[in-house]
């Protein structure tokens, strides 16, 4: 399902369509949504390095972490940075959010900048001005491409902290605009539903094109609340991970997986209607046992078909319904043949007997010639 999720992203939306659009919500009693969104990052720069997107770069918008932690992160997930230039570029929103810093070295030394711009990083210090960010995101997004015509994509890592700075009304506006855009590929972005109104989580599913909700789950598939949950270790490496897709025909398709965090990496696991994990096993679950023990394969194996050999050294006789030449010879022994025609087998014979002693012998007459015609 999460491949599902990553492909869609990949592939990008049809010409005249609204570029794919992706909410991931988590929330206190299932904290996974970072592990979730650095999944998708990871998978995305993957196929835009290898060339495999219909993006050809990724503008990053970091929010509630540094774009130190994103670099490092891409590197130990084995993608190479060494030409990260040209296809990724962080907007840094989460070192000087409101411009504090900037502000006060300028007060102490007038001549010195304080600008975080780098190749990969360039710092933004206002994040209230809405269409200013989002402009910002644009622009950065031509830069990558260059004078080549191609698409780009884009990852905000915490919409909840942009509701700090803006408002809805002007979030959820520039999102739709940058999913319109001619040149975005496709966007994602992460939200803790628990800290907004539901009408608030409503308006980004509204403007999605994928919601994947986040739930806790138990290890033997049962869910659980945030008091029963009470904040355990387990809430923090287990999870329900439930997407729904919107088709473009208008129905909604819904998937969920089971996602475990582990040292190797995020693991998913698809999940039944009962909320079971799928095992490896195909076979269904079912009231009697599907499998044979050593014994019962033994038996089986020593049961002979009646085409297989029967073990008596012969060659397989297979009956077509007629009568074989040798029991013809055997039934008419008073036949007799002569040793010379018998030794040459490759001459052939017509044998006929009478039905009946009354039937008279073939001779030169014309049975039929006491008939007056």
């Known amino acids: 399902m999460v491949d599902s999720i990553c492909r869609a992203l990949r592939d990008g939306g049809l010409e005249g369509e609204h570029a794919p659009a992706l909410t991931i919500n988590d929330c206190i009693s299932s904290p996974l949504g970072f592990d979730v969104f650095d999944h998708v990052l990871t998978q995305l720069s993957s196929f835009i390095l290898a060339g495999k997107s219909h993006s050809r770069s990724l503008v990053l ?15 130990c997930k084995g993608i190479q940075l ?18 504090w810093k900037d502000k006060l070295v300028r007060n102490e030394s007038p001549n010195v900048s304080t ?31 260059g004078p080549l015509k191609g698409h780009f994509s884009v990852a905000i890592d915490s919409v909840s902290k942009m509701l700090k700075y803006a408002s809805l009304t002007s979030i959820a506006s520039g999102i739709r605009k940058l999913r319109s855009h001619d040149q975005v590929s496709s966007i994602f972005w992460l939200l803790h539903s628990d800290l907004h109104e539901a009408k608030t989580v409503a308006v980004f599913d509204y403007t ?24 355990r270790e387990e809430a923090f490496r287990l999870a329900k991970f439930s997407v729904r897709f ?10 969920s997986e089971e996602i475990r965090v582990e040292e190797s990496g995020v693991k998913f696991t698809p999940i039944r209607a009962d909320g079971q994990a799928i095992s490896g096993s195909p076979l269904p679950k079912v009231q009697f046992n599907l499998h044979l023990s050593e014994k019962e394969q ?30 013809i010879k055997a039934d008419n022994a008073h036949v007799s043949i002569e040793p010379s025609e018998a030794a040459d087998s490759s001459r052939g014979e017509i044998i006929y007997l009478r039905d009946s002693d009354d039937e008279r012998p073939d001779s030169d007459e014309d049975p039929d010639d006491d008939l007056d015609i």
Request: charged letters at 25%.
């Open 208 to 231: 999605s094109s994928m919601i994947g909700n986040l739930e806790p789950l138990a290890s033997n598939g049962e869910r659980l609340s945030f008091d029963k949950l009470s904040l």
């Open 82 to 99: 060494n030409s990260a230039q040209k296809w990724i570029h962080i907007l840094d929103c989460y070192s000087d959010p409101l411009g």
């Open 298 to 327: 033994m038996d089986r194996a020593s049961v002979v078909l009646p085409f297989e050999h029967q073990g008596n050294g012969k060659p397989i006789q297979i009956y077509d319904g007629r009568r074989s030449l040798k029991d």
């Open 246 to 255: 919107k088709r473009r025909n208008g129905r909604v398709r819904l998937m």
């Open 61 to 75: 918008v970091a929010l509630s972490r540094s774009p130190s932690f994103y670099l490092e992160l891409l590197k």
């Open 115 to 145: 600008s975080g711009s780098s190749d990969t990083v360039t710092s933004f210090s206002d994040v209230k001005d809405m269409d200013k960010l989002l402009s910002k995101v644009t622009e950065l997004g031509k830069e990558l491409l």
